[in-house]
C-alpha cells in the first residue's frame, strides 16, 4: 500500500513537471510567434542604426567644421606655430567625439528599455565625488584649455611664469614643460601659472652700454662707435636694423657711458649684446694700436731730429 502511494506521487510528480515545461515552451514560442514582438525589434534595430549613423555623421560634419575654422585662423595670424592649431584642433574633437557619443549611448540605451534617469543621477552623484577630489586636476586641465585657446604661448616660446623661465618644449592639459638655458627641466601645473611673460611674441632689444675714457671726445667716441657697427646686420641675421647710438648714458669724472640700442628678432637679445661688444672692443683696440703706433712713431722722429742736432 505504501509503495503504491509513493509511486503514484512520483507518477504526479513528474506529470506536474512536463506540465510547466509545455506552459513553457507554449509561452516561449508565442512570444516567438508574435508578430508585434518583431516588428517591435525590428522597429528599434532601425532606430539603433539610424541613431549610429546621424552620430557619425554629426561627429564628421563638426570635425570638417573645425578644420576649416583652424584653417582660416592659421593663415589670418601673422606669427603662425601649426602645432598650437592641431592642438586646439583635436582637443575640440575629442570633445566633439565623447559629447556626441555619450548622447548616443543615452538614445542607445532608452531603445533597449533601459531606463537612463537612475543612470544619470548615480554619474551625477559619482561626478560631484570626483570633482571634489580632484578640484586641482580639474583647475589644471581647465586653465591648460584656455592656454592653448587663447594663444598665451606655444611650443618653442621663451617664456617666464613666477621664478620659472625656459623654453615651452611641452604644453599638456595638466601641466607644461620648461627647458632652461642651463638644460633644467621644469615640470609646473596648468593651474599654477597665473602670469606668463613670453619672449617670443616680437621682436626684442638689445641694450648695449660702452664706457668710454675721459679725455676721449664724445664725437670721436660717436664716430668709432658707428663705424664698429657697419654691416653688423650683415654679420648677425638676427639685427634686424642698425644699432642706433644714442649718445652719454651716464658719466664720472673719469670716464662716460655711451648707450648703444638694436632692435633684434625674438630670444636673440643676448647674443645681439655679445656681438656689439665684441665690434666695438675690436675698433677701440684698433684705435689705440694706431694712437699708440703714431705716439711711437712721434717720440722717434724727435729723437732723430735731437740726435740730428747734436751731431751738428
Known amino acids: 500500500m505504501l509503495s503504491f502511494q509513493f509511486a503514484q506521487g512520483e507518477e504526479t510528480s513528474a506529470a506536474g513537471a512536463v506540465n510547466e515545461a509545455l506552459r513553457w515552451t507554449d509561452k516561449v514560442?508565442?512570444?516567438?510567434?508574435?508578430?508585434?514582438?518583431?516588428?517591435?525589434?525590428?522597429?528599434?534595430?532601425?532606430?539603433?542604426?539610424?541613431?549610429?549613423?546621424?552620430?557619425?555623421?554629426?561627429?564628421?560634419?563638426?570635425?570638417?567644421?573645425?578644420?576649416?575654422?583652424?584653417?582660416?585662423?592659421?593663415?589670418?595670424?601673422?606669427?603662425?606655430?601649426?602645432?598650437?592649431?592641431?592642438?586646439?584642433?583635436?582637443?575640440?574633437?575629442?570633445?566633439?567625439?565623447?559629447?556626441?557619443?555619450?548622447?548616443?549611448?543615452?538614445?542607445?540605451?532608452?531603445?533597449?528599455?533601459?531606463?537612463?534617469?537612475?543612470?544619470?543621477?548615480?554619474?551625477?552623484?559619482l561626478g560631484l565625488a570626483i570633482g571634489f577630489g580632484a578640484q586641482g586636476l580639474v583647475k589644471d586641465v581647465i586653465t591648460g584649455f584656455f592656454i592653448i585657446l587663447e594663444d598665451q604661448f606655444a611650443v618653442g616660446d621663451v617664456i617666464q611664469t613666477g621664478t620659472y623661465k625656459g623654453t615651452v618644449e611641452v604644453i599638456g592639459l595638466r601641466t607644461t614643460k620648461l627647458v632652461s638655458w642651463q638644460g633644467e627641466v621644469h615640470i609646473i601645473p596648468n593651474g599654477a601659472i597665473a602670469s606668463v611673460t613670453n619672449y617670443s611674441m616680437s621682436n626684442s632689444l638689445a641694450v648695449v652700454d660702452i664706457p668710454m675714457k675721459a679725455d676721449l671726445s664724445l664725437d670721436e667716441s660717436v664716430h668709432l662707435v658707428k663705424k664698429s657697427l657697419v654691416g653688423i646686420e650683415e654679420r648677425d641675421l638676427n639685427i634686424v636694423k642698425v644699432p642706433d647710438v644714442l649718445g652719454i648714458q651716464s658719466m664720472s669724472t673719469s670716464e662716460y657711458v655711451v648707450r648703444?640700442?638694436?632692435?633684434?628678432?625674438?630670444?636673440?637679445?643676448?647674443?645681439?649684446?655679445?656681438?656689439?661688444?665684441?665690434?666695438?672692443?675690436?675698433?677701440?683696440?684698433?684705435?689705440?694700436?694706431?694712437?699708440?703706433?703714431?705716439?711711437e712713431q712721434a717720440v722717434a722722429l724727435e729723437k732723430d731730429e735731437g740726435d740730428g742736432t747734436g751731431g751738428a
Open 29 to 125: 514560442w508565442n512570444k516567438i510567434a508574435d508578430p508585434d514582438m518583431w516588428l517591435n525589434i525590428m522597429f528599434s534595430s532601425i532606430r539603433i542604426i539610424i541613431i549610429f549613423i546621424i552620430t557619425r555623421i554629426v561627429i564628421k560634419v563638426v570635425y570638417r567644421i573645425i578644420d576649416r575654422s583652424m584653417a582660416r585662423k592659421q593663415e589670418g595670424k601673422i606669427r603662425v606655430n601649426p602645432r598650437r592649431f592641431v592642438t586646439v584642433g583635436e582637443l575640440l574633437k575629442n570633445a566633439t567625439s565623447i559629447t556626441c557619443n555619450f548622447i548616443m549611448i543615452l538614445l542607445l540605451l532608452s531603445e533597449i528599455n533601459i531606463q537612463v534617469g537612475p543612470l544619470l543621477a548615480s554619474a551625477g552623484v
Open 260 to 295: 648703444i640700442v638694436a632692435e633684434c628678432m625674438p630670444n636673440s637679445r643676448a647674443s645681439v649684446e655679445r656681438q656689439i661688444q665684441g665690434d666695438v672692443k675690436k675698433t677701440l683696440e684698433y684705435h689705440e694700436m694706431s694712437n699708440q703706433a703714431v705716439l
